[in-house]
T-cell receptor, first 112, second 113 residues
Framework: SQQGEEDPQALSIQEGENATMNCSYK?????LQWYRQNSGRGLVHLIL?????REKHSGRLRVTLDTSKKSSSLLITASRAADTASYFC????????????FGKGTRLHILP | DGGITQSPKYLFRKEGQNVTLSCEQN?????MYWYRQDPGQGLRLIYY???????QKGDIAEGYSVSREKKESFPLTVTSAQKNPTAFYLC????????????FGQGTRLTVV
């Protein structure tokens, strides 16, 4: 069963524009994380937001969390060609166990 | 350097053979995970382990087996019962009880020939 679902599945934008990706999940969580994957590589952690937080920033990344809507968004500002990658949200199972569940991801392509 | 290492990077298997994928971590993490990723798709959880000598099935455990005899190691065996094993396999580890970040290996690409 998929806990997180990212939207859109794919996104192409011009370099310099902002990119927004969304994630919806089904059950209660302790925290939500965003990861990045370059083609054919492992995933790299970007940012974590806890269930009692509403917004978090890290460099050009801004993450929001709305637990009432069971959704999160990742905003990448001033996009660069190097941001081209797939982005995944991941959630725990709300403390019942340590399963980490990933969504299907958003494929982001930055056009020069 | 601390990290998580998967080997081999590429693996070819003949139909009907079992193969074992290696995953080793020196991060002193209690929890380890195996995921399968198909082209253009997300990660699906195969098995996970929270502690030595214990592991749980994920969403797609059929045709796979694991062991956790040491904290540092969590090998995955793809058995002949797995009907469509060609995929990209990712291993990860994290702290248990206070999940702040999962660290991933670079993956093993398994192809059935």
């Amino acid at each position: 069963s998929q806990q997180g679902e990212e939207d859109p599945q794919a996104l192409s934008i011009q370099e310099g524009e902002n990119a927004t990706m969304n994630c919806s999940y089904k059950t209660s969580i302790n925290n939500l994380q965003w990861y990045r994957q370059n083609s054919g590589r492992g995933l790299v952690h970007l940012i974590l937001i806890r269930s009692n937080e509403r917004e978090k920033h890290s460099g050009r990344l801004r993450v929001t969390l709305d637990t009432s809507k069971k959704s999160s968004s990742l905003l990448i500002t001033a996009s660069r060609a190097a941001d081209t990658a797939s982005y995944f949200c991941a959630t725990d199972a709300g403390g019942r166990d340590d399963k980490i569940i990933f969504g299907k991801g958003t494929r982001l392509h930055i056009l020069p | 350097d601390g990290g998580i290492t998967q080997s081999p990077k590429y693996l070819f298997r003949k139909e009907g053979q079992n193969v074992t994928l290696s995953c080793e971590q020196n991060l002193n993490h209690d929890a380890m995970y195996w995921y399968r990723q198909d082209p253009g798709q997300g990660l699906r959880l195969i098995y996970y382990s929270q502690i030595v000598n214990d592991f749980q099935k994920g969403d797609i455990a059929e045709g796979y087996s694991v062991s956790r005899e040491k904290k540092e190691s969590f090998p995955l065996t793809v058995t002949s019962a797995q009907k469509n094993p060609t995929a990209f396999y990712l291993c990860a580890s994290s702290n248990w009880g206070d999940w702040t970040e999962a660290f991933f290996g670079q993956g093993t690409r398994l192809t059935v020939v």
